[in-house]
T-cell receptor, first 115, second 117 residues
């Protein structure tokens, strides 16, 4: 079935290194993508988003890349810090959902930062 | 704290009991969403309100589930005759109706963790 999914359930990186978290989606009708960070015991926190008419967007220490040809989304975190340890979810908003916050989430990647 | 507030944070109940959760959205937000998240999975959409109107419900929302937002501010989610499969984190999110072609950004609360014994 159609879904937004992540390639790896867990990613372990050394503090200071760059992290890349990947996500594959299958619905070409998706036009808006968001990355969320979820720490233990908390709700998802917005990190960065990108619309389908873009292929790259940068924030503070984070970059999202969108490759519509292969339906792939990635989140790059520069100079990973211990505070970045969390579960990261990609989510998509499909045109059929209208302009609403009805999102389809992937399963999540746990990022572990080693000191 | 002006974020989305959910109460209680944790709820333990016995199978067959009814439970009710409350969500207080960010005050100026007119949209309110309920999501459910099971362990190791991403959140799944349940339902959403625009002001006091419930505009969409997921097929996940069985007839044992009911959500209300009577005055267009806080919302409640009630589960009747709870089952063990209802055990999950119930997340609330709020947002403002986007203008023009802007995309909607959700702000999530910390959730209510339900355990059905």
């Amino acid at each position: 079935g159609e879904s937004v999914g992540l390639h790896l359930p867990t990613l372990s990186v050394q503090e200071g290194d760059n992290s890349i978290i990947n996500c594959a989606y299958s619905n070409s009708a998706s036009d808006y993508f968001i990355w969320y960070k979820q720490e233990s015991g908390k709700g998802p926190q917005f990190i960065i988003d990108i619309r389908s008419n873009m292929d790259k967007r940068q924030g503070q220490r984070v970059t999202v890349l969108l490759n519509k040809t292969v339906k792939h989304l990635s989140l790059q975190i520069a100079a990973t810090q211990p505070g970045d340890s969390a579960v990261y979810f990609c989510a998509e908003n499909r045109r059929l959902s209208g302009n609403t916050g009805k999102l389809i989430f992937g399963q999540g990647t746990t990022l572990q930062v080693k000191p | 704290d002006t974020g989305v507030s959910q109460n209680p944070r944790h709820k333990i109940t016995k199978r067959g009991q009814n439970v009710t959760f409350r969500c207080d959205p960010i005050s100026e937000h007119n949209r309110l969403y309920w999501y459910r998240q099971t362990l190791g999975q991403g959140p799944e959409f349940l339902t959403y309100f625009q002001n006091e109107a419930q505009l969409e419900k997921s097929r996940l929302l069985s007839d044992r589930f009911s959500a209300e937002r009577p005055k267009g501010s806080f919302s409640t989610l009630e589960i009747q005759r709870t089952e063990q499969g209802d055990s999950a984190m119930y997340l609330c999110a709020s947002s403002s109706t986007p203008r023009g072609k802007a995309n909607e950004k959700l702000f999530f609360g910390s959730g209510t963790q339900l355990s059905v014994l």
